[in-house]
Structure formats: structure tokens, C-alpha cells
């Protein structure tokens, strides 16, 4: 999704912009442009394609101004173009605008300007916002911040905005509402970002706008106010990554190197709650065994692989709390009218923190009395600012689109959320819990043995399937969630089309589809599932279909083409485990195929419009 960078100090604000761009690039995008101030005014370059094409025009090079804005824009009114690519300036060239999010009324506020003489270049909604500040400074004959301030109020939807202006050269005005922005402060110069690894390596201390803020910035001096620009004051947050962590660190790419650390992430998700047999401990979670006995049901609210991590505490929540747990897609829980009430607890887990469904799904529930909790990877992001709790994955910044660490980081913390919850309410056998628990701490050196032992098969198989049209993958009880969260990597990052099935769905309809030659995964950890699953499994074989095991268990005879041997562990975590071999072999599949795995096509990281 569209990303924002802006630079206003001492030194020169162009390869700064532009280092910050090359950061956001993992968003994904499909223009780029960068504004700055120079002695004649707004310079404003911009261009169709990657932040390298921005780099090759030759005007690029005479930028010496040390204020300006930047952004990478990933279409949603209007095509890729130069044109509609941002920033965009009002008609006079005397303000620069670059804006993440969506003007939901920009088709009123463009018939409002065109009426007042104001023409439009571009068939952005973003266009509207310069001329309408614009608009405001002229006929209010107010200052810049006033006039920014007086246009916003005019904008339905949602935005994180930079402005610049020719008329207050020194001058930087940033502020959000339902987008995410972050104000870096470095010593004597200002940073801004849509998110922190793309300035990271500048500052570690950030401000975080909350919705309707407004920052004016000079260099080294910010300045806060709220909606109706009373000065307000804001706590600085230093961040625990450091630079390097959100470089690629001798890897080809940040998905093989995000897949090497889970180890890591996974290590240092549970360090935060559990060491030995000891209670699990989430004390930034102030739910006392009164508040959880008053639990009917459990939303878990979440989209792409951040559901499907959502998809596995299911069943744990289910099976060591008993209580009713459902997983919803954001997008769709918004829409369904959901039976909400004061006993309803309603889990929002999302990597970024910033995707749009899932943040307006996290009020929809707030505003009708569900105790609400976020987990998230990014300290300070949206949804952990929205909920009435928020704890994080350890997982450190995940750049790659395609999700691995944020998804084993994720499922570990809500297996222990789930631990605690049924510690609190002594609802499951303390043998389970503690049994559990060892399986959970062994985990960081299982995901080391699996990536390990498989990395040389997987590369193989990927050999093998790089040129097939459909790959199926199928699985029962927690392996059906796996199966999906394999079939979303493999699709989203090697465009092979996969679909993934309750392995006992088959023969309703699926089986149509296998014939001879096609590729069947089968996932296959809980022996109490085994037979019946290898009946599954044979009935694609008998099909013609070449298939690929992973598995944990002993299988009784061999006659499947590949077998990728897992670790055990208790099957109510095993997708930690039996999804790393998945991942590999998208990654894998991608690169046989020479694509670009880190930034697939159409997709974006952080998925901050509806
Ligand atoms: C996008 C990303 C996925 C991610 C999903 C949810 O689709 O490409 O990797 O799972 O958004 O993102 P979130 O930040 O909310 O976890």
C-alpha cells in the first residue's frame, strides 16, 4: 500500500526520500514521486514504476532543498501513471501533497473546487486535498496550518497527509486519521514515515499521531495539536530494533531470511510470557479470572495469514478454555452484523497493526461492548491504541509481503494467551497445560531441525512443481488450517493457482479437479486423524496425483513421492512446526520461477484502505 516519507532538517532531503522510499518499496507499489522545496519554488518529480526509474531522470539530481516530502503509490483511484502519481500539487504550485488512504467524498469536493475555477490533472481522489487547502488559505486568509487544518475537516475516509508549501518554505504539516504515520525525531532534523524500518536507520525515537493530530515541523522543532489545533503535548517511543534487523543480513531475499529467524522470533515471543512450568504471565493483560469466567465467546478478527494464525488458537481456545471460538475475516465480520455483547471477548491480531478491516472491525466490536485485545508485531501501531488490551509478537520487522514469522510469532503467543486463559480458569488437566508448555519451549530448536534437515528436499520438490498449473493441499482438524495458510503462500508469491481443502471436502467436489500429474500436499500431525486422512490421501493417488507429505507421524507404507519429516509435538501447536516446510517450498517455487518473492505482484504489505 502506499507509503510516505518526509525529511526536514540541515541536510539534503533527496536521498534521504529516496532511501526512505527504497525501505517502503516492501509495501508494494506501483509509482513513486518526491516533492521538495527549492529556491524557485515546489520541484516535483514523479514517475509510472520502481523508485530506481524516479532515480534515473536527470532533474532528479538537482534537488538540493532540505525539506520535502516522497511517496510510493499503490493505485486505487485511478491507474499507474505519472500523473496519478503523488505528490500532486494544487493548480497555484504553492502546496505539495502526499496522501496515503481514501477521500471517500473526493467526487463532491472535486464538483465543489471545479466550480470555483480549480482544474484536475490527475483522476486521483488526492488531488482534491492541495487545492482545497489551497482554497482555504485563499478565501479564509488563514496561516498553513490553519488552512490544512480547515481542508481536513472537509475529508470523509481516511489519510495520513504531508504537506510542503512554497508560501512557508520551512515548513512541513503531517497529520492522520485511520492511516498509519510515524514522526521520527533525529537531532536538529524530523523524520516521517508510513512505518518505522523505513526511517530506522536515521532514529530510533518516535512520535505516534493518533487520529486527527496534527504535527508542524522545522527541522529539529515539532509541534502538536489536536482537531481543533490545541497545543498538545506527545511522549516520544524508542523503538528495541535496531537497523540491521530490518536489513537482509547476506540473504537473497528478506522471505528467506524472515524464514531462517523464527527460530529467534518464536524464542523470544514466548521469553515474554512463559519460562519453565512457570504460569504463563500476560500482565499487560488486566483480565482477572472474574472478568474470563464472564466470557460467552470468542471473536478472533484478522485477515490473510494473520487469520489463519486465528485459525489455530481456535482450537486451542476451544479445547483448553471451552469457550465458543470463532474466527472471522475483518472484511466480513464488519458487514455481518455479528451478535456482539458485554460478554463477548474479541481478539484483533494483525502483523502490521495497521490494516484497515481489521482496525474498523476492532471498533465495531468496541462500540458494542466486546472486551477487546490486539495483538500486533509493531509497538505503537493503530489497533494497539484502538483496544482496551494489546500484547505483541516478538517477532522483530517483517519486510517480505509474503508473512512466516509474523505467523509462527503470532500462533505462539495466542497458544500461550490460550495457557493463560486456562490457567486463570482452571478449565484443563494441569498434565495438558504443563505438557503444553514443554512442547512450546522446545519449539525454537524443532523449527531449527525442520529448516535444516529440509531445506535440500524442499528445493527439489520445488524443482519439481515450479511448472504446474494447480497445487492442492489438503489436511483434517488443525492440518486443514495449515493446508490454507500453505496454499496462500504458494499462490501469493509463485501465481501458481492453489486452493487448499478439508481433506474430507474432497469427494464433494474438489476430487473433480485431480488427474493425472497434478500435485496434492497432504499435511498430516494428529495420529488420532491418520487413517482417515491417508484414505484421503489415497484417493488423489489413485487419481494420478503426485503427492507430497508432511508429516510428523510414522506413515504405515510408503508409496507417496515425497515425505517431509517434521518434528512431534502436541498437534494442537504443530501448524508451527508443519508450516515452515510450506513456506520454504513457496519461496523456492518462486524463485525456480524468477520472480520477485519479496515484492509479489498486486499485493501489498499493509493493507491500510478497505
Ligand atoms: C496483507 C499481507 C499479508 C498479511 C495481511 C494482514 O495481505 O500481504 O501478509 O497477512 O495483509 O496483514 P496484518 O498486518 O494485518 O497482519
Known amino acids: 500500500m502506499c507509503g510516505i516519507v518526509g525529511y526536514s532538517g540541515e541536510k539534503q532531503a533527496k536521498p534521504i526520500l529516496v532511501n526512505g522510499l527504497l525501505k517502503l518499496e516492501y509495501r508494494g507499489y506501483d509509482s513513486a514521486g518526491i516533492s521538495t522545496i527549492e529556491k524557485n519554488g515546489i520541484s516535483n518529480i514523479k514517475v509510472k514504476g520502481r523508485v530506481a526509474n524516479l532515480e534515473e531522470i536527470p532533474e532528479i539530481n538537482k534537488l538540493s532543498g532540505t525539506i520535502g516530502i516522497a511517496h510510493t503509490r499503490w493505485a486505487t483511484h485511478g491507474k499507474p501513471s505519472t500523473i496519478n502519481s503523488h505528490p500532486h500539487l494544487d493548480n497555484s504550485k504553492s502546496f505539495a501533497v502526499v496522501h496515503n488512504g481514501i477521500i471517500e467524498n473526493y467526487a463532491d469536493l472535486r464538483k465543489f473546487l471545479s466550480e470555483k475555477g480549480y482544474n484536475f490533472l490527475s483522476e486521483t481522489d488526492t488531488e482534491v486535498i492541495p ?21 481536513c475537516k472537509d475529508l470523509v475516509g481516511s489519510f495520513a497527509i504531508e504537506v510542503i508549501s512554497s508560501i512557508f518554505p520551512e515548513t512541513m504539516i503531517v497529520v492522520r486519521k485511520d492511516s498509519p504515520l510515524v514522526i521520527g525525531k533525529g537531532s536538529g532534523e524530523t523524520y516521517v514515515s508510513s512505518d518505522i524500518p523505513a526511517i530506522l536507520s536515521f532514529t530510533k525515537d518516535f512520535y505516534l499521531l493518533n487520529d486527527l493530530e496534527f504535527a508542524t515541523i522545522e527541522k529539529g522543532n515539532i509541534s502538536f495539536y489536536d482537531k481543533d489545533l490545541k497545543p498538545i503535548s506527545k511522549e516520544i517511543k524508542t523503538m528495541e530494533w535496531d537497523a540491521s534487523s530490518a536489513e537482509k543480513d547476506g540473504f537473497d531475499d528478506y522471505m528467506l531470511k524472515e524464514i531462517f529467524e523464527q527460530p529467534r522470533a518464536v524464542r523470544e515471543t514466548i521469553g515474554a510470557h512463559l519460562s519453565n512450568n512457570n504460569p504463563c504471565e500476560f500482565e499487560e493483560l488486566n483480565l482477572s479470572k472474574k472478568d474470563l469466567e464472564n466470557i460467552s465467546q470468542i471473536y478472533i478478527v484478522a485477515c490473510g495469514t494473520a487469520m489463519h494464525a486465528g485459525l489455530v488458537a481456535k482450537n486451542l481456545l476451544e479445547k483448553l478454555c471451552h469457550i465458543p471460538t470463532y474466527v472471522d475475516i475483518a472484511s466480513e465480520f464488519r458487514y455481518r452484523d455479528p451478535i456482539i455483547n458485554d ?6 491480531v494483525s502483523q502490521s497493526g495497521e ?23 509493531v509497538i505503537g501501531s493503530s489497533i494497539t491504541r484502538e483496544a482496551d488490551y494489546f500484547t505483541y509478537t516478538h517477532a522483530g520487522p517483517e519486510i517480505a509481503v509474503a508473512s512466516t514469522k509474523a505467523y509462527t510469532s503470532q500462533v505462539v503467543l495466542l497458544s500461550l494467551m490460550a495457557i493463560f486463559f486456562a490457567e486463570k480458569l482452571n478449565s484443563a488437566e494441569s498434565k495438558i497445560i504443563s505438557d503444553l508448555k514443554q512442547e512450546i519451549l522446545s519449539l525454537p530448536e524443532k523449527i531449527e531441525n525442520v529448516i535444516k534437515n529440509n531445506n535440500v528436499l524442499v528445493k527439489n520438490i520445488a524443482k519439481l512443481i515450479c511448472s504446474e498449473r494447480d497445487v492442492f493441499f489438503i489436511g483434517r482438524g488443525i492440518d486443514y488450517t495449515v493446508a490454507q495458510e500453505g496454499s496462500l503462500k504458494l499462490k501469493e508469491i509463485s501465481y501458481i493457482h492453489s486452493e487448499a481443502y478439508a481433506s474430507g471436502e474432497l469427494k464433494h467436489g474438489t476430487i473433480a479437479l485431480i488427474e493425472n500429474q497434478v500435485s496434492v500436499v497432504s499435511i498430516l500431525t494428529d495420529e488420532a486423524l491418520m487413517e482417515k486422512s491417508i484414505s ?9 496425483a503426485k503427492t507430497i507429505v508432511v508429516t510428523n507421524l510414522e506413515l504405515p507404507n510408503k508409496k507417496y513421492d515425497f515425505i517431509v519429516s517434521i518434528p512431534s509435538t502436541s498437534p494442537l501447536i504443530s501448524p508451527i512446526l508443519s508450516v515452515v516446510p510450506l513456506q520454504m517450498l513457496a519461496y523456492y517455487v518462486s524463485k525456480e520461477k524468477g520472480l520477485d518473492v519479496d515484492k509479489p505482484r498486486n499485493l501489498a504489505k499493509s493493507v491500510t484502505v478497505e
Open 355 to 377: 490494516t484497515a478491516d481489521t482496525i474498523a472491525a476492532l471498533k465495531l466490536a468496541k462500540s458494542k461492548g466486546a472486551k477487546t485485545i490486539a495483538i500486533s508485531n
Open 131 to 151: 487545492n482545497l487547502i489551497h482554497y482555504y488559505y485563499t478565501t479564509e486568509k488563514k496561516g498553513f496550518l490553519e488552512s490544512v487544518n480547515r481542508a
Open 343 to 348: 460478554k463477548t471477548l474479541a481478539i484483533f
Open 536 to 544: 484421503n490421501i489415497q484417493e488423489v493417488i489413485t487419481r494420478g
